[in-house]
T-cell receptor
Framework: RKEVEQDPGPFNVPEGATVAFNCTYSNSASQSFFWYRQDCRKEPKLLMSVYSSGNEDGRFTAQLNRASQYISLLIRDSKLSDSATYLCVVNSGGSNYKLTFGKGTLLTVNP | GAVVSQHPSRVICKSGTSVKIECRSLDFQATTMFWYRQFPKQSLMLMATSNEGSKATYEQGVEKDKFLINHASLTLSTLTVTSAHPEDSSFYIC??????????????FGPGTRLLVL
């Protein structure tokens, strides 16, 4: 089982749509969780951290379920500029810090 | 703030040559830098963790003699791909964590270096 697995995608949605990405992780000792976005042929950029209580940043909402080892990202009112690959990222190293990236899910928002 | 640069951004070389990639934190000091590799349509994979003034820690399956890492200052880490072969062609990305003011979770990524070995 891969350490971090994501929806394979791709997702094609119209502007204004709501889209949700799912992610599972295998290491139950993982301590922190993130969503990054990566534009084509660019470096990943932190979108948001994911907290146990769930957290929201504008149109983006992240949820974490430690019991199910499941992370989600919800994008509301999607914009053309949201088109990117969304990476689920887990610190699986504990005190020996190590980010493990999922393969990513490609989102294309269409006009 | 928190800018990380990489040089070169793109390199094409012949098989058997060595290639050096630089990673610099421009406006902060970084005790720890990380080197990743990403093949097309694959996830970023951590290759090694580089600590200033000490030997790098390599991930399982990464040859330390092939991928030489030097982190001689708090703002510069270099990755040298020795005797590069076509299978080393990839997108190499570094990240840096500030020495103070944040945990290692705060990683700032460089723009990456595309290596093509012919």
């Amino acid at each position: 089982r891969k350490e971090v697995e994501q929806d394979p995608g791709p997702f094609n949605v119209p502007e204004g749509a709501t889209v949700a990405f799912n992610c599972t992780y295998s290491n139950s000792a993982s301590q922190s969780f993130f969503w990054y976005r990566q534009d084509c042929r660019k470096e990943p950029k932190l979108l948001m951290s994911v907290y146990s209580s769930g957290n929201e940043d504008g149109r983006f909402t992240a949820q974490l379920n430690r019991a199910s080892q499941y992370i989600s990202l919800l994008i509301r009112d999607s914009k053309l500029s949201d088109s990117a690959t969304y990476l689920c990222v887990v610190n699986s190293g504990g005190s020996n810090y190590k980010l493990t990236f999922g393969k990513g899910t490609l989102l294309t928002v269409n006009p | 703030g928190a800018v990380v640069s990489q040089h070169p951004s793109r390199v094409i070389c012949k098989s058997g040559t060595s290639v050096k990639i630089e990673c610099r934190s421009l406006d902060f000091q970084a005790t720890t830098m990380f080197w990743y590799r990403q093949f097309p349509k694959q996830s970023l994979m951590l290759m090694a963790t580089s600590n200033e003034g000490s030997k790098a820690t390599y991930e399982q399956g990464v040859e330390k003699d092939k991928f030489l890492i030097n982190h001689a200052s708090l703002t510069l880490s270099t990755l040298t791909v020795t005797s590069a072969h076509p299978e080393d062609s990839s997108f190499y990305i570094c990240s840096a964590s500030p020495t103070s003011g944040g945990a290692l979770e705060t990683q700032y990524f460089g723009p990456g270096t595309r290596l093509l070995v012919l």
